[in-house]
T-cell receptor, first 111, second 115 residues
């Protein structure tokens, strides 16, 4: 059973703060990791993907991957109320062609 | 660049009826995936196609479910004899490549409600 675990939240941060979202996965051979943002009632929107250990930055978003610890995180700098959404972590296990999703972490950014 | 398109956006039907959903992927994407999402859960994989070939089906895909992708273009997902438990958001995604490591882009989904 390939599992992806996320804290369901909500994670509450004030506007302008850094939001840190975390995800752990069970399949040590996993190679590809994705973060999706999902607004209530909408479909998931891809915001970041990472394949190698370390950090990957894109604008206000930074994805961090530590394969030894089977841990992937998403940092959102200068959080805005419009960032309030559920953030889904998805993993592509080795040898599989599909994604395994976590249940998502709800982020609330207060003005 | 046109995104993934799904139709209809919403479907309300009575238990026992058949329903069919359509997905048009991003034009240059050879892979097409179907997922199901219920409230409070992440999307759960149902099946995927590489071009016209259906390469994998989840255990979630009972024999009441069938999917096609004729000519490797659009895809349809049919649910026969719908049950209350089929109420969910049905999501289609597409990607490039021949492995599962390429980013998948989702359509807006079809929300199915069973009365």
């Amino acid at each position: 059973q390939k599992e992806v675990e996320q804290n369901s939240g909500p994670l509450s941060v004030p506007e302008g703060a850094i939001a840190s979202l975390n995800c752990t996965y069970s399949d040590r051979g996993s190679q590809s990791f994705f973060w999706y943002r999902q607004y209530s009632g909408k479909s998931p929107e891809l915001i970041m993907f990472i394949y190698s250990n370390g950090d990957k930055e894109d604008g206000r978003f930074t994805a961090q991957l530590n394969k030894a610890s089977q841990y992937v995180s998403l940092l959102i700098r200068d959080s805005q109320p419009s960032d309030s959404a559920t953030y889904l972590c998805a993993v592509n296990p080795l040898g599989y062609s599909t994604l395994t999703f976590g249940k998502g972490t709800m982020l609330l950014v207060s003005p | 660049d046109t995104g993934v398109s799904q139709d209809p956006r919403h479907k309300i039907t009575k238990r026992g009826q058949n329903v069919t959903f359509r997905c048009d992927p991003i034009s240059e994407h050879n892979r097409l995936y179907w997922y199901r999402q219920t409230l409070g859960q992440g999307p759960e994989f149902l099946t995927y196609f590489q071009n016209e070939a259906q390469l994998e089906k989840s255990r979630l895909l009972s024999d009441r479910f069938s999917a096609e992708r004729p000519k490797g273009s659009f895809s349809t997902l049919e649910i026969q004899r719908t049950e209350q438990g089929d109420s969910a958001m049905y999501l289609c995604a597409s990607s490039t490549g021949t492995f599962g490591n390429q980013p998948q882009h989702f359509g807006d989904g079809t929300r199915l409600s069973i009365l």
